[in-house]
């Protein structure tokens, strides 16, 4: 198995959007990117751990390629918005691809620079492209929470 990392805004859509998608085998929501050891959503909301809610993905690369996860990635959210989707606001709301490895890297950049060319939008895209630097499990309670309530997105 391998494991995809990303921030799209609130993780609750996001993790619905990727456990649909043929060849993932788990979703989980968390904290990544922050310098704050093991914040809370508490913590993360107060916003200045530096840390954003993503969903970490893990697949089965025979089944499914890191490619169509940053298609995914690109459909589930506005990747022009600056700190925020739809009514969320804050830098824990941002657009970003937290890559495992180099190949990793190269591929969401490459995806990122033909995404911009596309000309889909007529505003920059805000994505910010990153390594992996630390993943921390939000609480259990942000767990499959769309799916826990019969809910297929948390934005009207």
């Known amino acids: 198995m391998?494991?995809?990392t990303f921030g799209a805004g609130?993780?609750?859509g996001v993790e619905a959007a990727?456990?649909?998608v043929p060849g993932v085998t788990s979703t989980c929501v968390g904290y990544a990117g922050g310098e704050l050891p093991d914040p809370s959503y508490r913590d993360v909301c107060a916003g200045d751990t530096g840390h954003t809610e993503v969903v970490r993905v893990e697949f089965d690369g025979r089944?499914?390629?890191y490619a169509t996860?940053?298609?995914a990635f690109w459909a589930c959210h506005d990747p022009?918005?600056?700190n925020r989707q739809g009514p969320d606001r804050g830098y824990q709301?941002?657009?970003v691809i937290f890559c495992e490895n180099d190949d990793q890297l190269e591929a969401a950049a490459e995806s990122k620079r033909l995404f911009e060319a596309s000309g889909k939008f007529q505003r920059p895209i805000a994505t910010?492209?990153?390594r992996s630097r630390s993943f921390y499990l939000a609480e259990d309670y942000h767990q499959k929470y769309l799916a826990k309530r019969g809910m297929a997105t948390c934005h009207v």
């Open 2 to 4: 391998e494991i995809a």
């Open 69 to 71: 996860l940053l298609d």
């Open 18 to 20: 990727f456990g649909n």
């Open 63 to 65: 089944r499914v390629s």
């Open 93 to 95: 709301y941002r657009s």
């Open 128 to 130: 910010a492209v990153e």
């Open 10 to 12: 609130c993780f609750w």
């Open 80 to 82: 022009t918005q600056v």
